[in-house]
């Protein structure tokens, strides 16, 4: 009977030791986090795209703001500020499964072109491992405006050339 001990206790040791073994790759799953990357450009003709005018801002300040889905205050608030290309990289060290995530315009250190308009001041980021995306820690932002106050002069021949109208419908 002393015999059958020890032959018992190995597969329980094992056992055990590979629920650990498990334990610690889940828990290194979680991944270090990510960075969160785009660009901040200058609209001067206040269309909300970029045109041919438009220029990167050096030196605004964008944050990342991830709130609960149901509404209520902030989880997270990180800072950066765009480098001579209007690019700003930002990292974050959690996952944000159950929250919304933007990057929002902050401040512009161009006074010519400083306006922040409400709803086009922000970019929603997916800040989290569990949604088909398959590039691991990097999420790209599309780029957000400051805007002049007053349109340039040149701006209403600029916008025609991109011809914004509908299409004209065939007989």
């Known amino acids: 009977m002393t ?29 270090p986090g990510f ?21 990167n ?15 209520g205050e902030s ?5 950066a500020t765009t480098d001579k290309n209007g690019w700003y990289k930002i990292e974050i060290d959690q996952d944000h499964q159950e929250e919304i995530c933007e990057v929002v315009l902050a401040k512009s250190p161009d006074k010519s072109c400083s306006e922040i308009e409400e709803f086009r001041d922000r970019a929603r980021v997916p800040l989290t491992s569990n949604n088909g995306i398959k590039q691991q820690g990097i999420r790209y932002a599309n780029p957000i405006a400051f805007f002049r106050k007053e349109p340039l002069k040149d701006c209403g021949g600029i916008l025609q050339a991109y011809d914004l109208r509908d299409a004209p419908e065939t007989p």
């Open 3 to 31: 015999r059958c001990m020890p032959a018992l206790t190995t597969p329980l040791v094992a056992a055990s030791l590979l629920l650990l073994a498990l334990a610690g790759v889940a828990s290194a799953d979680k991944g």
């Open 35 to 55: 960075v969160v990357t785009g660009r901040v450009y200058c609209d001067p003709c206040r269309a909300g795209f970029e045109t041919n005018v438009s220029h």
């Open 57 to 71: 801002v050096e030196g605004a300040t964008v944050a990342v703001d991830c709130r609960p889905f149901n509404g």
């Open 75 to 79: 989880k997270l608030k990180a800072e």
